[in-house]
């Protein structure tokens, strides 16, 4: 039978293989096995600065974003621009996402950055005159107006040592166990990845009972099967946005 260790090993052996390094004038450009939004391999670039690190994207994704018709001068998608790298506690300078380390928080860094590029390149779907809500906040005050109480933006380390962003924890009760919630806006490859691996390195630490509930943004187009099986494989319920009130006898006493 599979572990959770099993799995966050299996994950560790992906991502080092399929990562490739390459120095060019003085900064290392670092290609991912994650891939953005034309299937190409997410790249970061590394420069040394003094003592640190300098983790940057060189402007790709929000230069992406621009170029696919998504205007940040939008007062509300430059909130939500904001919003996401805060999260993740990445800056923006110009249009690049940046941040500094050092060698003992370089892979923390790295992590951090690259869930921030996939988060931002989310804001995809906001094209055109359109701004619609982000999908974490649609969740939350969802389940707010069903009386199941959480808080937001939680960050819990692994056993890797990774600290990971979840989008709400609510708390164990006499009824039922601490449940901790991922609101996928963009229910692809890349989202499943992370969340099992995020979900697999923390779990280790909580509870034996404690458990994930992920919901999948079908408002755009529908949910993958091998989304769902993936999420299924590991015991994790999905709740298609559609299908999001079937998560509430899951609290019912």
């Known amino acids: ?36 939004s034309h299937n190409d391999m997410i790249q970061i670039y590394v420069q040394q600065d003094g003592n640190s690190l300098l983790l940057s994207d ?13 205007d940040l001068r939008n007062s509300k998608r430059r909130l939500i621009l904001n919003r996401i ?3 993740f506690g990445i800056g923006v300078d110009g249009d690049e996402l ?3 380390a050092g060698m003992s928080t370089f892979p923390q860094k790295k992590h951090s950055l690259i869930q921030a590029m996939l988060s931002v390149s989310d804001l995809m779907a906001m094209s055109g005159s359109r701004v619609p809500g982000v999908f974490s906040d649609n969740v939350f005050s969802y389940l707010q107006s069903k ?15 990774l600290s990971h962003k979840f989008d709400i924890l609510i708390p164990k009760t006499n009824d039922s166990p601490e449940t901790i919630i991922q609101a996928v806006n963009n229910p692809n490859k890349n989202a499943v990845q992370l969340t099992l691996f995020e979900w697999t390195d923390i779990h280790v630490q909580r509870d034996d009972d404690s458990r994930l509930f992920v ?25 298609p946005w559609k299908d999001r009130d079937r998560i509430v006898e899951k609290f019912s006493a």
Do not use: C, H
């Open 1 to 36: 039978m599979i572990t959770g260790n099993d799995f966050i090993e299996s994950y560790i052996k992906w991502f080092r293989e399929g990562v490739s390094f390459s120095d060019k004038n003085g900064y290392t450009e670092i290609t991912t096995p994650f891939v953005d």
């Open 58 to 70: 060189d402007g790709w994704t929000i230069g992406d974003l621009r170029a696919s018709g998504v």
């Open 85 to 87: 790298v805060n999260r």
């Open 98 to 100: 940046v941040v500094k």
């Open 147 to 161: 009386r199941i109480w959480g808080s937001r933006d939680i960050q819990l380390q692994g056993k890797s040592g």
């Open 215 to 239: 919901f999948l943004n079908d408002s755009r187009s529908d949910i993958s099967a091998s989304v769902i099986n993936a999420f299924e494989e590991y015991e994790i319920d999905t709740f």
